[in-house]
């Protein structure tokens, strides 16, 4: 099914295929990102989280420095983190190709959400003038700046960056642990910007053989994966699966 009238005029975009880390082996990481090249996978997204955007903490820039030492696979950095410009630098500098920047990190932030330990956090009006100096600043290094968005986000935050952004990501899960039960609100936003955006758009949280096929008619391209591909004993099969849905 086609996502809108721009299937007519633009042709569909390759899926490409992005294993979350978060669901790794942290004792072998090399091993498991062989692993990921040898089963075609086109990029490693990297999780990062402080412990305030979200209840988790997990990797910063130097263990994305060590995993860009051992693939050369794209690899992209998800910023769950409070204030992201004081590290959009230093996730460059380890090697991060595409800077994940969530949009409600640029607004303020609904009431239920303000304080420490309320999420997960959410805006209803994107700062565009603020988060454009930031994607503009990741641009100037030569990477690509991607707006990430919040179930619970409304996607019309986005209208005012859509013509600058480098890619867009949705989150299909409130962002904070891999292993969580897709949210259909996502495939919504997906229509809605592929209606509108001709770049990549990914699609983050629950991902398997029964939500990817929906993203993907909805018009994600990007599709990223962390449990279901790692606790697969096939996981060839589950990225030649992935990759050949077609909207
Ligand atoms: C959630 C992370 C996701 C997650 C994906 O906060 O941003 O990237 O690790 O894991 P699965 O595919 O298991 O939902
Ligand atoms: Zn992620």
């Known amino acids: 099914m086609c996502p809108g009238f721009l299937c007519k005029i633009m042709p569909m975009k390759k899926i490409e295929i992005s294993a979350s880390l978060l669901s790794a082996d942290f004792g072998r990481i090399a091993e498991d990102l062989k692993l990921c090249e040898d089963c075609g996978v086109e990029r490693i997204h990297v999780d990062v989280m402080d412990g305030h955007f979200v209840p988790n903490i997990t990797i910063g820039p130097v263990v994305t420095a060590a995993v860009r030492k051992h693939t050369k696979l794209s690899v992209e950095a998800h910023l769950m983190i409070e204030h992201p410009w004081d590290y959009i630098d230093g996730f460059i500098d380890a090697g991060a190709d595409i800077i994940g920047l969530q949009v409600e990190c640029y607004g303020e932030r609904r009431l239920a959400c303000r304080s420490y330990g309320q999420y997960p956090k959410e805006i209803d009006v994107l700062d565009t003038a603020l988060f454009m100096r930031d994607c503009a600043r990741i641009k100037a290094r030569g990477k690509e700046a991607c707006a990430v968005i919040n179930p619970g986000t409304p996607v ?90 077609s909207a």
């Open 156 to 245: 019309e935050v986005l209208d005012g960056v859509l013509a600058q952004a480098g890619s867009v990501l949705v989150m299909s899960v409130n962002p904070g642990f891999s292993g969580q039960k897709f949210m259909p609100v996502a495939l919504d936003k997906i229509r809605y910007i592929r209606a509108r955006f001709q770049g990549d758009i990914g699609i983050d949280g629950g991902i398997n053989a029964q939500t990817a096929p929906q993203a993907v008619k909805a018009g994600a391209n990007v599709l990223i994966t962390g449990s279901y591909f790692f606790s697969s004993s096939s996981r060839q099969l589950v990225v030649q699966g992935l990759k050949t849905l």
